[in-house]
């Protein structure tokens, strides 16, 4: 009995330990297996998230690949009718309406005047640098810098007359633009396209038929140019007096 009695102590005091270290192990791991059990979920939701975004992103990156043709296509629309417009005007055939002959001599001294003043500019430089090596006097310096503005001033002043200066009118065969050509800074010629109801008549100007220039106004531009009757020429009067109307 004794001897059956401590068999059993011993296999109590031996297992308790066991179970000790089984209950240590148990409590160790059970939080680690639940957490191991939310780890998918929250891995999942995360990724599935992303894919979410992505596809939202992909969507709106589709969207503007589809705008951005769109977009382009309208630029070219536009760049093309502007295109067809020019090359219209140019293939279109206008008739003469009215010429002035004085405008070959305007471009001449226009010219003439940009060389003169330009050649005083160049001039100037040189003649200070003598004047400050003492090799020339202050009246030459004087007079050669009063020439220098007096020339870029005349340039001015007659370039801004020569340049409103019409110096041909035209009218297209259907009747709807108008072309003038006049001069530029530079002495060349420039072309000018209107559509005829823009231009404003003689009458509504208020020019009569014996003044010496008349103006040549557009309701949508601020420009005036300016043309005479007297020194030029009316070459059609009734394509003339279609656009600016009857002289008064």
Known sequence: MAAAWLCTARTKVC???ASARCLRKELWT??????????PWIFGSWECLQSRIQRVGGV???LRRLQEPS????????????QQKAVDRRTEEFKLVYRFPGIKYCRVLSRLKLLQTATSMIMLPPICYLYLQGQVSQNVLFYTTGIAVFA??????MSYFFRRIIGLIYLSETGQTVRVA?????????DIYCPIETVVTLDEVGDSKDELLHQFKRSNSTDTLYFTIKYGQIVDKEKFTQIFGELV
Do not use: I, Q
């Open 30 to 39: 059970r939080p680690w297996k639940r957490e191991d059990a939310r780890l």
């Open 15 to 17: 297992t308790a330990p």
């Open 182 to 190: 006049h001069l530029t800074f530079w002495g060349r010629r420039n």
């Open 152 to 157: 870029g001033a005349m340039l001015y002043a």
């Open 60 to 62: 709106s990156n589709d």
């Open 71 to 82: 977009v382009c296509l309208y630029h070219s629309a536009s760049a093309a009718v502007v």
